[in-house]
């Protein structure tokens, strides 16, 4: 049985997020939502919503689910689209500003 949560058009970039997402890969429910509660990084809110996405979808599935018997088997952080602005500059100039977001994956499956 697996479960997974997709958080589409996040505003952080993929680089951001990554470092993240590789904290948790492998381990069980319970611990990857621990290890998120104490990491001070603005992808960690985030990747914790998705996480108790994934969660909630396995619950719904089976009522009777253990947290210590699921893993977060995939983390998956892609690049989504930018979001390009104008900021002006001297001399009449125009500098472009890339806002970047992407596309946040959690699967959850369980361990037999």
Known sequence: MTGI???KFARISATKARPV???IRGLPVDQALGVL?????????MIDKVLR?????VLQANPQADEEEY??????????PM???????AMGRAVRVRKRTSHITVVLSDES
């Open 21 to 23: 997402a590789n904290l």
């Open 5 to 7: 949560a997709k958080h």
């Open 71 to 80: 893993r977060v088997s995939e983390t998956r952080i892609d690049g989504g």
């Open 83 to 89: 979001y390009k602005r104008i900021r002006p500059r």
């Open 53 to 57: 996405s994934a969660w909630a979808n």
């Open 37 to 45: 509660s104490l990491t001070n990084r603005r992808a960690a809110t």
